[in-house]
């Protein structure tokens, strides 16, 4: 059994805090991202599939051509190589996990502004 203290974990852009499973033997990576409003995630993908695990706040998500509001208490699976972004729609900051279903987070970044 391995446990990591979230405030031991490395930071990460934009309010997140990452876990490298590569890191601790894990096969799983991770992010808890904390956006305060009007804030997000650029436009990228991974080769990977990714979830996303709404905990507090309203965040308008993009995945493809699809864009939804996505209130706490739902989970947004995104297909691997799908072009995604988000932003917190909410007036205080969001909370959100994105599990990464690899080891070692890998992303491609499309270099547009979402937020």
């Known amino acids: 059994m391995k446990i990591v203290k979230l405030e031991n974990l490395k930071p990460a ?6 876990f ?5 033997g894990a096969d799983t990576s991770f992010f808890v991202v904390t956006p305060p409003p009007g804030r997000g995630v650029n436009k990228h993908r991974h080769p990977y599939q990714e979830t996303l695990i709404v905990l507090e706040g309203d965040i308008e ?3 493809g051509d699809e864009i939804q509001i996505v209130k706490a208490g739902n989970v947004v699976v995104v297909p691997p190589k799908t072009w ?3 932003i917190n729609k909410s007036p205080h900051n969001a909370l959100m996990v994105t599990i990464h279903a ?3 987070i890998t992303q491609e970044d499309r270099g547009e502004n979402y937020a």
Request: charged share 25%.
């Open 61 to 63: 998500i993009l995945v």
């Open 102 to 104: 690899s080891p070692k």
């Open 13 to 18: 852009p934009e309010r997140a805090s990452k």
């Open 84 to 86: 995604h972004a988000f």
């Open 20 to 24: 490298q499973g590569i890191d601790y």
